[in-house]
């Protein structure tokens, strides 16, 4: 099943709380502490001066380097889950990160993702990122995020919050 439009928009009003803010989101971190509208220069995989790695850069305005919103992994294992096709034609990919390794796997469609997660250390944690207002996962069936939750958890990987970790990309808030 297909979340609804109105679904999304009782997720997006949710999710907005992040937005109130006039600085963007990017975990407990300011704009200033890591130069979002500077142009933020890290790229995926990097691992910062303070032991932080860079999991994901959102680039939030097209064409625009200086306006980039970094994702940092928090757990042993981050994922985000894409639509890379279109509401009418969603297609799947879910980005997947191994803090250890700094290794970064793209796995498309339903297959490759229960073959990367089935290769996962058990035990480990995972975080689950994604962006405020519209999911990145928007277009995707539902039965598709609880089919990857459902092997997460036989897989043995812990959600340490049990919710997303969000980060706001909205134009208002640097992002």
Do not use: W
């Amino acid at each position: 099943m297909k979340l609804s439009v109105s679904c999304i928009g009782i997720l997006a009003s949710l999710c907005l709380t992040c937005c109130d803010s006039d600085r963007p989101s990017i975990g407990s971190q300011t704009e200033e502490e890591y130069g979002v509208r500077s142009g933020f220069q890290g790229d995926e995989g990097d691992a910062l001066d303070d032991g932080r790695v860079v999991f994901h850069v959102f680039e939030t305005v097209k064409d625009d380097p200086t306006v980039r919103v970094p994702v940092f992994l928090e757990e042993d294992y981050g994922m985000i889950v894409f639509n890379v096709g279109s509401y009418e034609e969603p297609a799947l990919q879910v980005k997947f990160m191994e803090k250890s390794s700094r290794e970064i796997i793209a796995a498309n469609g339903m297959e490759e993702v229960l073959l990367y997660i089935g290769k996962m250390k058990r035990g480990c944690s995972i975080g689950h990122y994604d962006t405020c207002s519209v999911p990145t996962f928007y277009g995707l069936d539902y039965g598709m995020i609880e089919r990857i939750d459902s092997a997460l958890e036989r897989q043995g990987l812990k959600l340490p919050s049990g919710e997303r970790h969000v980060t706001c990309i909205c134009p208002e808030t640097g992002g």
